[in-house]
C-alpha cells in the first residue's frame, strides 16, 4: 500500500491504495466523483479523460501512484456557483451528447484543446478528438459544441478553474 | 480492465534508480507508461516490480548542445510538439509528433519511452532512424551512447542492457540542403502506423547526397530501408528516380502483416507507396 | 438555439437530461453504491469450441479476499434453467443456453464460471486461479460451411448446426426471371459488427433475504422484457424482482437480453446476501456482447431492358452464433426478409434463410436488425443493375420506386402505412447537386482521381407492431407499450412510460407532445422510465419503436385524461360535457370562450373537489397499452460522396446528404441527432467495423484497439434534410427515427467506392472496405481486363 494525495476540483484525497489502483478508479471509488467513466480497456475511447496537472489526461492510462501530490479536474469541477462552463453550455445548446457516457471525456479534451488552440479549424478540432470515441453523434453535433464553445470562451470569459 | 500486482519505485535521482533496478532485475522502468500501462491492465505483462522515473529531476527538457538537439527521456510528445527549438532546428519531428497516437497521448507519452518500448508500428523509431539520432543510457557500467542505428534489437527489444536507463536523445540539427517528411498510414483504430516512413533527403547541386529513410509498422521493429536509400544516392533527385528508389525500399525488409486489415502483401505495396511519398515530400522540404 | 414557440410539439427544445450529463451526474449502473457491495467477474473459454472436462477452484477459494467461486453445475442445482428464446420460429431447433456453461464451451467468451470478491482486483486476480481442464474440440465458424456434411456440431441436437430454415415469397418470382431482359447474379457478405456502446454493460444484484425482493440495475433498453426473463430462468416470481435500468450509456441493440452474466449476478445476490456488482471490460463486450449482422448471401435479380426490376431470388445464411439469443431467430426472419421489397415495384420476391450456429458470440439485433441486410443487399441490387444495362443508378432508381401511397400492400407481407420515395429520392439529388457531381466526376477523371456518388434509396419497418400478429408469428412477448400519465393536485404532470430513454431524448421530446396536448409549459411534465416498480408494463426501447409505440400510449392515456378532465370541466362550468371544448390548456364552453377553466383548475378540482358529484372518480391519471394496429415505414434517400486514392485503397468521405422521412417530428433537433449517429454507425460497417475470427473461431478483434470505429477525423458533416409525409398507423402521425442513418448509410458508402472504381471495372467488393480490400479489387479488375 502507498500513501497517494490527490488534490481533485481543489479538494485533497488522501487514501492508502494498491500500487495497481488506476486513476480512474481513484477517482471514481476513493474520491467518488463518478463523472469520469471507463468505456474501453485499451486507452481508446477517452471516456475517462481529465485534466492533469493541465493537460488532458486518459485517467485509465495513470496509476494512482503516479499522479501523488497531482492537481485533477474532472468534469465535476468545471461549473462554477451554479453557472455551467462555455463548453459544457455549447454541448447541451448543441445537442453535443446523446446517452451521455462519452460526454464528461470530450468536454475535458476540448477543455485542453481550447487552451492549446482557442480559434480552431473544423479539421483541427477533429484531429482533437482522435483520441474519444463517441457512438451516439457521429460527433456532428460535438464538433459544432466546440466550435461554439471557443466562440463563448473568445467571447466572454471563462470560468475559472482549479487547474488554470 | 486491472493490473496484477507489483511493487512500485518512485526514485527521486538517477542513482537511486539504478540501484532499485539492480536490486530488482525483472522490474520494468514506468515514464509516460501510454504504452506499459494498457500492457499491465491487459495483463499482457506482469512484473514484479516498476520503477517510475517522474520524480527524477532533469530527465525531461529539450536543449540545443552543438548542433544536436538534446532530449530528455521524459520529456513529452506535447513538449517536443510545442518546442521553438524542435520547430527551428528538426521541423519534421514537430509536425510528425502530431500524427503520433492522439491529444491525451501526446501530452504525456515520452520520447525515452516510445524508444525504449521499440513497439513495431510506433512513429518514434522510425523518425529517430531517419534523423540519425542517438541514445545516452546509464547503466552500472556507467553511460554510453548507442547510435540509433545499433538501438532496435527486435519487437519490443532494444540494445538496452538489464538495469540501464535511456536518459536522453540526440538529435541532430538538420543541416542545410536537407528535407524530411514522415508519412504515416494510421490503422483505423489504434492509430498505430500500419505503415510509416520518415525520409530524411541531403542534396547537393541537385544530386541526392545521403537519403536516410526508416519504416515502421511494416517488420517487426522499426528498420533503414537501405536499399532505397542507396538507390537514391548520387542520383539526380527527380520523380523518376525516387520512384525506382522507393520501388526498392522493400528489398531486405522482413515485412509483417495481419489477419484482419493489413497483409504481408499490401504492407510490402505500400511501404513502396508510402516511400515515395515520403521522399517527394522530403525533397519539396529541403532548404 | 431555435426559440421554443408556443407549442413545444416539433420545437427544437433543448434536452433536459442533459445538465446531468454534462456536469459528470449521470446514474450509470458503475456509478451505483451500495455497502457491502462485493464483485463479481466471469471466467471466460479461450476455446470455441471445448469440452470442460473439470474445473477445479479451491486456488481460488482459497485466494485472500474471494468469498464465492461458481459453476455451472452450482447453478443447475440450485434450480437455475436456462435463458428462454424470445421468438419461436416453426421447426426452430431449441437448444439450451445455461448462464454458465455446463458440459461444452462453444464460444471464446461463453462463460465457464464466476468469482465474488471484495473487490474488482481480487475478482480478476481470481479468474486466473481457477483451473479448467479443457478438451479442445473443432470449431466452425462460417454458417454456410457449418451447414455442410461432417462439419464439427456446435449442440448435437441441431444436425448440420442449422436452427431454423424460413421461407418466404411474394408475387410470381419464376415467371419474372423467364420473361426477364436479363438477370443479375452476386453473393454478398455482410460481415459481422459490435454495437460497441461506449458504457459496456454492467450489473448490480441486491436481495433482500428477508422480503425475499430482488433488485437488479442493469444495463439494458428493456427492464420489464429483463424482470420477466430472469423469473423465467431463475424460477423466481416476477413479482419479487425488480429491474431497474437507469442512465444507460448506449445500446444500439446489444442491451436488449437478458444475459447470462446478469443472471449470475442475481444468483449471487441471492446466495450471498450481499450486493453483487458486475461491470463489463470492453475486452469481454467483444466476446460476450452480441454480435449483429453476418448474414451471407446469394441474389439473383431479373430485370427488363428500361431498368425495371421484376424478381428477386434471394438465399440466406444467418450466422446465430452458439446459442439462440432472445430474439436472435426474429432479426434475419421477419426483420429481413418481408423487407426485400423495399420502397420498389419490385412485384416478385422468394427467399430461404436458413439460421446457423457455429462457434461464434451470438448474434442479434444490432442497430437497424435485419434491415439493413435487406436494404444493403437491395441497393446493391439496384446498381448492379444500373452497371449492367450501363444506366444512371438515379434513373433507374427512379423507374423502380413506388409512386407516393397510403396503406400499401406488399406482395410478400407488410402494409407500407404512407410514403413518398420519389421525393425523398429527387430532395436528396438535389441537395448533393447530382447533375454537377457527375460532371465534376468525369472532369476528375481525366485528371486520374477517382471521386464516386453512391445512392441508397431505402423504406425500414419501425414501430413493431400489432401484438396478436407477432404472437401468430412466434413472438413469446406483446409488441405494445403501456404509459401512465398523472396529474397532479396542482395540475402537474408525471408521465410513466415503458419506453426507456439510453441517448435517444424521450425525457425532453415525450414530456414535448404531452405538454402540447395539455396546453401546459413544458417545465410541467415529467417523465419517468426504466423501472418495473414504477411502471405498468414495458416493451421498452428497440427497433425504433419509442416515439411511434410508446409515446403513443402516452398519447392514448393523455386523451383518457383529457375526457375525463371535460367531465370535471362540464360540472366546474355549469354546462352540458358536449358542450366543453379544450384549446390551449383551457376548458369552455362552445361559443363562449370566456366561460373556461385551466387544465390546472380542473386538475385541483380532481383531488380537492367542490363542484363534482360524488359518483364521478376522483382523481385525474388515465393508463393506455398502446397495441398498434400496424407498423410504421419511414423512409428516405441518402447520398455519399467518396474519394479513393487508388493507389493505396483508402477511400476519403468527401460528403454526405441525408433526406428522410419520418413522419412528423416531435423535435427536429433530436431527430438530426438520430440521423447523424445513425448514419455514422452505418457507413462505419461499410468502411472500418469488422468482428472477424480466424478459423478456429479464435477472435481477432478483441480490443477497440482492433475492432475500428469511425473518429470524428474521418468523418465530414452529415448534411439532413426532412420531409414529412405523417403515419395514419397512429394518431400522432409519427415514424420511428433512430436506425434509419444505419439502414442507409451502409449502401450508400460502398455503391460511392465502387462507383468510384467503375474505370477500372470494379463490379462489386465486399464489406468493409478497408484500403487492401479495395487495392486488391482495383488489381483483380485490371488483371481481368
Known amino acids: 500500500m502507498a500513501r497517494v494525495s490527490i488534490r481533485i476540483n481543489g479538494v485533497v484525497h488522501e487514501a492508502d491504495v494498491e500500487p495497481r489502483l488506476l486513476l480512474v478508479h481513484f477517482i471514481r471509488e476513493v474520491a467518488g466523483l463518478t463523472g469520469t467513466n471507463i468505456g474501453c480497456d485499451t486507452s481508446q475511447c477517452g471516456a475517462c479523460t481529465v485534466i492533469l496537472n493541465g493537460r488532458a489526461a486518459k485517467s485509465c492510462t495513470f496509476l494512482a501512484v503516479q499522479c501523488d501530490g497531482s492537481e485533477i479536474l474532472t468534469v465535476e469541477g468545471l461549473a462554477k456557483d451554479g453557472q455551467l462552463h462555455p463548453i459544457q453550455q455549447a454541448f447541451w445548446e448543441k445537442h453535443g451528447l446523446q446517452c451521455g457516457y462519452c460526454t464528461p471525456g470530450m468536454i475535458m479534451t476540448a477543455y485542453h484543446f481550447l487552451q492549446m488552440n482557442p480559434n480552431p479549424t473544423e479539421e483541427q478540432i477533429r484531429h482533437a478528438l482522435e483520441g474519444n470515441i463517441c457512438r451516439c453523434t457521429g460527433y456532428h453535433n460535438i464538433v459544432k459544441a466546440i466550435q461554439y464553445a471557443a466562440e463563448l470562451m473568445r467571447g466572454g470569459a471563462p470560468a475559472a478553474t482549479p487547474a488554470d | ?287 | 438555439m431555435v426559440q421554443a414557440p408556443e407549442r413545444p410539439l416539433g420545437a427544437a427544445v433543448k434536452r433536459r437530461e442533459d445538465p446531468r450529463f454534462i456536469t459528470g451526474q449521470g446514474t450509470y449502473v458503475d456509478n451505483l453504491k451500495f455497502v457491502g457491495a462485493v464483485y463479481l467477474a466471469i471466467l471466460r473459454s479461450p476455446y470455441a469450441h471445448a469440452r470442460i472436462k473439470k474445473i477445479d477452484a479451491s486456488r481460488a477459494r482459497a485466494h485472500p479476499g474471494v468469498l464465492a467461486v461458481f459453476t455451472g453445475e452450482d447453478l443447475r442445482r440450485d434450480g437455475i434453467g436456462s435463458i428462454p428464446v424470445g421468438w419461436l420460429l416453426p421447426d426452430i431447433r431449441l437448444v439450451p443456453h445455461y448462464p454458465l456453461a455446463v458440459d461444452k464451451a462453444r464460444y471464446v467468451g461463453d462463460g465457464v464460471a464466476a468469482v465474488v470478491a471484495a473487490d474488482r482486483y481480487t475478482a480478476y486476480d481470481a479468474l486466473s486461479l481457477i483451473d479448467v481442464e479443457y478438451e479442445p474440440l473443432p470449431a466452425v465458424v462460417d454458417q454456410e460451411a457449418a451447414t455442410k456434411p461432417g462439419a464439427p456440431l456446435v449442440h448435437d441436437e441441431a444436425p448440420n448446426n442449422i436452427c431454423f430454415k424460413f421461407v418466404l415469397s411474394g408475387g410470381n418470382v419464376d415467371q419474372a426471371f423467364a420473361e426477364a431482359d436479363g438477370v443479375v447474379r452476386q453473393k454478398v457478405i455482410n460481415h459481422r459488427v459490435s454495437g460497441s456502446s461506449v458504457e459496456p454493460r454492467a450489473a448490480l444484484a441486491v436481495f433482500h433475504p428477508a422480503t425475499g425482493e430482488l433488485t437488479l440495475y442493469n444495463t439494458n433498453q428493456n427492464p420489464h422484457l429483463i424482470r420477466l426473463l430472469l423469473a423465467l430462468t431463475m424460477n423466481y416470481p416476477e413479482h419479487k424482482i425488480r429491474v431497474i435500468a437507469p442512465d444507460v450509456g448506449g445500446g444500439f441493440g446489444t442491451k436488449i437480453y437478458l444475459y447470462p452474466d446478469e443472471v449470475v449476478a442475481c444468483y449471487a445476490a441471492m446466495k450471498l446476501g450481499r450486493p453483487v456488482k458486475w461491470v463489463e471490460t470492453r475486452s469481454e463486450y467483444l466476446r460476450a456482447t452480441i454480435h449483429g449482422r453476418d448474414h451471407i448471401t446469394y441474389f439473383e435479380a431479373a430485370y427488363k431492358k428500361d431498368g425495371t426490376i421484376t424478381g428477386l431470388k434471394v438465399t440466406t445464411y444467418a450466422n446465430l452464433g452458439a446459442y439462440i439469443s432472445p430474439f436472435g431467430p426474429l432479426i434475419p426472419t421477419f426483420l429481413y426478409v418481408p423487407m426485400l421489397h423495399g420502397p420498389y415495384k419490385l412485384p416478385n420476391v422468394s427467399a430461404e434463410v436458413y439460421g446457423v450456429f457455429t462457434n461464434t458470440t451470438p448474434a442479434d439485433a444490432t442497430r437497424g436488425a435485419g434491415r439493413p441486410e435487406a436494404t444493403y443487399l437491395l441497393e446493391r441490387m439496384v446498381d448492379l443493375v444500373a452497371r449492367e444495362l450501363n444506366m444512371d443508378p438515379a434513373e433507374v432508381r427512379r423507374r423502380n420506386v413506388l409512386e407516393p401511397f397510403e396503406n400499401y400492400q406488399t406482395p410478400m407481407a407488410f402494409v407500407y402505412d404512407s410514403g413518398n420515395y420519389p421525393a425523398t429520392l429527387e430532395r436528396a439529388l438535389e441537395l448533393v447537386g447530382y447533375r454537377q457531381l457527375r460532371e465534376e466526376q468525369r472532369r476528375l477523371r481525366e485528371q486520374g482521381r477517382y471521386i464516386g456518388i453512391g445512392l441508397s434509396t431505402y423504406v425500414e419497418v419501425t414501430g413493431a407492431a400489432p401484438s396478436q400478429i407477432a404472437v401468430s408469428l412466434g413472438a413469446q412477448a406483446g409488441l405494445f407499450e403501456s404509459a401512465i400519465v398523472r396529474v397532479h393536485p396542482t395540475g402537474k404532470v408525471t408521465l410513466f412510460t415503458g419506453s426507456h430513454t439510453h441517448g435517444q431524448g424521450h425525457e425532453t421530446t415525450f414530456a414535448q407532445a404531452i405538454a402540447d396536448q395539455f396546453g401546459i409549459p413544458l417545465d410541467d411534465v415529467e417523465v419517468v422510465h426504466g423501472d418495473t416498480a414504477a411502471i405498468p408494463f414495458g416493451l421498452g426501447t428497440y427497433g425504433s419503436r419509442s416515439t411511434p409505440v410508446g409515446l403513443t400510449a402516452a398519447y392514448v392515456a393523455g386523451q383518457r385524461v383529457l375526457e375525463k378532465a371535460k367531465r370535471i370541466a362540464a360540472h366546474l362550468l355549469e354546462a352540458a360535457e358536449a358542450d366543453i371544448v379544450f384549446e390551449g390548456g383551457r376548458f369552455f364552453v362552445r361559443g363562449a370562450p370566456e366561460r373556461a377553466v385551466t387544465f390546472q383548475e380542473v386538475a385541483l378540482e380532481a383531488y380537492v373537489p367542490r363542484k363534482i358529484p360524488a359518483d364521478l372518480e376522483l382523481g385525474l391519471e388515465a393508463s393506455a397499452f398502446f397495441n398498434p394496429t400496424n407498423f410504421v415505414f419511414p423512409f428516405g434517400t441518402h447520398v455519399a460522396v467518396v474519394e479513393v486514392d487508388p493507389e493505396t485503397g483508402q477511400v476519403k468521405l468527401l460528403r454526405y446528404v441525408a433526406v428522410d422521412d419520418v413522419g412528423r417530428v416531435i423535435n427536429p433537433m433530436v431527430v438530426d441527432g438520430q440521423v447523424h449517429g445513425g448514419v455514422v454507425h452505418g457507413l462505419g460497417q461499410a468502411l472500418w467495423e469488422q468482428v472477424v475470427y480466424d478459423e478456429h473461431g479464435n477472435l481477432l478483434t478483441g480490443t477497440w484497439l482492433d475492432y475500428a470505429m469511425p473518429k470524428a477525423a474521418d468523418l465530414p458533416f452529415i448534411e439532413t434534410d426532412r420531409l414529412v409525409t405523417p403515419s395514419p398507423a397512429n394518431p400522432l402521425g409519427v415514424k420511428g427515427a433512430g436506425e434509419t442513418g444505419t439502414i442507409a448509410a451502409t449502401p450508400a458508402v460502398v455503391n460511392a467506392v465502387i462507383d468510384a472504381l467503375a474505370p477500372f471495372g470494379v463490379r462489386h467488393i465486399d464489406m468493409p472496405l478497408t484500403p487492401e480490400r479495395v487495392w486488391r479489387a482495383i488489381r483483380a479488375a485490371q488483371t481481368q481486363r
Open chain 2, 1 to 287: 480492465m486491472f493490473p496484477a500486482t507489483f511493487e512500485y519505485y518512485a526514485p527521486t535521482t538517477l542513482e537511486e534508480a539504478l540501484e532499485v533496478l539492480r536490486q530488482n532485475p525483472e522490474a520494468k522502468i514506468l515514464a509516460g507508461g501510454h504504452s506499459l500501462i494498457p500492457a499491465l491492465k491487459l495483463r499482457l505483462t506482469t512484473p514484479p516490480a516498476l520503477v517510475d522515473l517522474r520524480r527524477i529531476p532533469g530527465l525531461a527538457g529539450i536543449r540545443l548542445e552543438g548542433d544536436h538537439l538534446v532530449i530528455g527521456a521524459m520529456t513529452t510528445y506535447y513538449d517536443i510538439q510545442t518546442s521553438d527549438l524542435v520547430r527551428q532546428h528538426v521541423p519534421v519531428l514537430a509536425e510528425a509528433t502530431d500524427l503520433v497516437g492522439d491529444l491525451q497521448v501526446r501530452n504525456w507519452g515520452t520520447v525515452g519511452g516510445s524508444l525504449a518500448h521499440s513497439d513495431p508500428a510506433g512513429d518514434y523509431p522510425a523518425i529517430m532512424l531517419a534523423l540519425g539520432a542517438e541514445v545516452r543510457a546509464r547503466g552500472p557500467q556507467g553511460e554510453r551512447t548507442i547510435p540509433i542505428d545499433q538501438f532496435f534489437v527486435g519487437m519490443f527489444t532494444t540494445a538496452l542492457q538489464p538495469g540501464e536507463v535511456l536518459t536522453e536523445v540526440r538529435v541532430p540539427v538538420m543541416p542545410p540542403g536537407t528535407g524530411a517528411a514522415y508519412v504515416k498510414f494510421p490503422h483505423p483504430a489504434s492509430r498505430y502506423a500500419v505503415v510509416g516512413i520518415c525520409a530524411v533527403v541531403t542534396r547537393e547541386d541537385n544530386i541526392c547526397r545521403q537519403a536516410r529513410v526508416a519504416v515502421t509498422g511494416a517488420t517487426l521493429q522499426a528498420t533503414r530501408a537501405t536499399a532505397a536509400e542507396q538507390a537514391l544516392q548520387g542520383q539526380p533527385l527527380n520523380p523518376d528516380t525516387i520512384r525506382a528508389a522507393a520501388e526498392r525500399a522493400p528489398e531486405g525488409l522482413t515485412i509483417v502483416g495481419d489477419r484482419v486489415f493489413a497483409s504481408e502483401e499490401y504492407r510490402t505495396h505500400l511501404v513502396r507507396v508510402l516511400t515515395r511519398r515520403a521522399l517527394t515530400a522530403a525533397v519539396e522540404k529541403i532548404r
